[in-house]
């Protein structure tokens, strides 16, 4: 019914005017793939809608479709800033090995147009997504067309329909990289990561450039913690330091100030987003936000760099980066949801007397928690725990490394913890092989199995 949200129309940006402004909303799609032979009907898809909702849709259909377009109606929806378009097509031919084999046979595809509130994207994400997952129930799975993020089944329902699951704001973007083909084996060659999904909410797009490819890994790390931190509070004024962590400063400038320095030919630099352009429009002439060294480096002509502090502290173990509140909450909710597993397993170990068995209990089962009393009230530390027992409804629980927001505690503090304040947890059995709240069915066998049962 429209061009792919894919690739927006970049905004000019005006030294003038705030350099994070986006103008006009960008829109969300999605794709939902149709397994039956015969077309999905509007009456179908407007009854399920309506089901699952628990409302009738308000809403109208365009009297002529566009080319290859079955039917299209637009619904009203609690929380988005305007009716969403649901209309149905053929399905596109897909291949790759990444691609299920019941999406490949699909012959028809539901697809959904909405645009986000600005305030808490997550939630009408989330909503959007279950809505699509939970009436149309035998879909194989769900296309972000935006970020090209697929969502088979099992992650629909484990990450949306599940009592568990709650609004994350992980699933709006996602992390793309250029120049890291050409940069194996040469750990210095300039790379470049950019995230695709942030406009649709309000915010610049994301890059780190001229990164080495050595500190990739990290980089990527650091790319999603600024992500949902700047979703969560205001976008700051280029130049201004920001922390992504307890001493972890960063500062964001608009890319054209760091690509004037680059040369031609590196990922990120002018030339390379025009090139990367499709019909002389590119997405990475938009408005975005490069993370850099909180000061700019040189002698005589000052130049905005990568930020190498807070990357070599990732890299060392030694930071602590902050979590917003959605990602604490929904990770908290996963943990709890499972806990009696966790606790079970780890007092069937007092049964056995093998020494894996010893080893596992001692020092495989760890959790985290939040750190109350810190020096930054609005920033609570979540640190990680090695679990010693259960008593008295708490699990006591030894520091795994000092705290940075508590001055009083130390590598190996043991404190109470009520079951609570746990945010996550996890199980690291002899040979490596670790087991999370996502993986709470496979927990007891296997510890059976360390137990020698």
Not at 330 to 353: C, P, V
């Amino acid at each position: 019914m429209s061009d792919d949200p894919r690739e927006p129309e970049p905004a000019d940006e005006d030294p003038a005017q705030d350099p994070w402004d986006l103008g006009e909303p960008h829109a969300s799609g999605w794709v939902v793939f149709w397994p039956h032979a015969e077309a999905p009907t509007r009456e179908e898809i407007g009854s399920a809608f309506a089901a699952w909702l628990g409302q009738e849709l308000e809403g109208e259909s365009p009297e002529e479709p566009e080319d290859g377009t079955l039917w299209a109606f637009t619904f009203q929806m609690d929380g988005l800033p305007a009716p969403a378009l649901a209309w149905a097509e053929p399905a596109q031919p897909l291949d790759g090995e990444d691609i299920e084999e019941a999406v490949k046979k699909c012959r028809w595809v539901v697809r959904l147009q909405a645009v986000l509130p600005f305030e808490e994207p997550h939630e009408a994400y989330f909503r959007l997504v279950a809505l699509m997952a939970g009436a149309i129930g035998d879909a194989p799975g769900v296309l972000d067309a935006v970020t090209g993020h697929y969502l088979p089944r099992a992650a629909l329902e484990s990450g949306f329909l599940a009592p568990e699951a709650l609004p994350h704001e992980r699933w709006l973007w996602r992390v793309s990289g250029a120049g890291l083909a050409d940069a194996s084996g040469e750990g210095d060659r300039p790379t470049m990561l950019f995230t695709s999904g942030l406009w649709r909410c309000g915010r610049p797009e994301l890059e780190l450039l001229e990164l080495p490819a050595a500190h990739v890994r990290a980089g990527l790390i650091l790319l999603d913690a600024m992500a949902g931190l700047l979703l969560e509070g205001e976008m700051p004024e280029p130049g201004e330091v920001f922390e992504a962590g307890p001493g972890l400063e960063v500062t964001l400038q608009p890319w054209r100030e760091v690509a004037a320095t680059m040369e031609d030919g590196t990922p990120g630099s002018q030339a390379f987003r025009a090139a990367a352009g499709d019909g002389g429009h590119s997405p990475l002439l938009g408005v975005r936000a490069v993370i850099c060294h909180p000061e700019p480096v040189g002698a005589f002509r000052k130049v905005w760099t990568w930020p190498r502090d807070a990357v070599a502290a990732i890299e060392s173990g030694s930071a602590a980066l902050y979590a917003t509140d959605h990602a604490t909450r929904a990770s908290q909710r996963r943990a709890q949801r499972r806990w009696e597993t966790f606790a079970t397993a780890f007092a069937s170990l007092r049964r056995a007397e093998n020494d894996s068995a010893r080893e596992l209990r001692e020092r495989g089962f760890s959790v985290q928690a939040a750190l109350e009393g810190g020096r930054d009230p609005d920033r609570v530390e979540q640190a990680w725990f090695c679990v010693r027992r259960f008593e008295a409804g708490k699990v006591h629980a030894a520091l795994l490394e000092k705290p940075r927001s508590r001055d009083d505690l130390q590598e190996g503090s043991e404190l109470p913890l009520d079951p609570g304040v746990i945010s996550d947890w996890r199980v690291e059995l002899p040979d490596g092989e670790v087991f999370g709240p996502e993986r709470w069915q496979e927990l007891l066998p296997a510890v059976d199995r360390v137990r020698g049962l």
